[in-house]
């Protein structure tokens, strides 16, 4: 009788225990399921947005260093190599909504062939691959080698080639610290060299093939106008010393 009772007690026990092991199995199944479903509702939602946030960083980056964002420009247009005797400055835009100088010197380089690659001599980010209004220096001025900025040749070997990345013809113009840069460039590049206002040209005003450069909306006389500015402080603090 006993053996009996035991027997059927030991039955109880053992579908007891499979049972609880069947539904235990079965809950982490239906949990493991619904993890897996919220991350990939979550990969699905995040996905188109992850190009977004990489761009966005990089603005917020830009935004975030621009305001106190100033370059050494002495240190920047240090050469090790004898200087040229530079006679103009132009100024480009480069038609584009982004880029720096490494995208154009591939460009220049790999699409268009140019020995020397990038075409400028100096090129100024608005934040999309550079920083808004950062300097950035190509292999031309570094080894003082003549620009290939404009179609004429007798130009490019005396005249010192910026440009600042946009389209503003197109597009709008140049960022306010795009500006300041290329006014603290122009301005140290003209003193250095003695390059008069005159002199400061943008490359439709070169004598050559058509081309709007660095189009209708940049402030070519606001440019004018403050490095006028700048000169006039400068000699009256002369004056006073
Ligand atoms: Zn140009």
Known sequence: MNKKIISVFSQNLTMYFKNKITHDGERIIQRLSLFM????SGLCVSIPFFPCVKIERINSFARLESPGYMQDIEQLCHTDVDE???EY???????TEKGNAARFDYYHRKVKKWEYGLAYHFVIGNGTFSRDGEIEVGERWKKQIHGAHTANMNCNRVAIGICLVGDFENGGPPSENQLESLVRL??????KYHISSSNVLQHKQVHQRCTACPGKYFPFAELKT????IATKERNHIQEL
């Open 84 to 86: 040229r005797r530079w």
């Open 89 to 95: 400055i132009v100024i480009h835009h480069s038609a």
């Open 37 to 40: 479903i919220v991350v990939a």
């Open 226 to 229: 403050r490095l006028m500015q």
């Open 186 to 191: 122009i301005q140290y590049l003209s003193r």
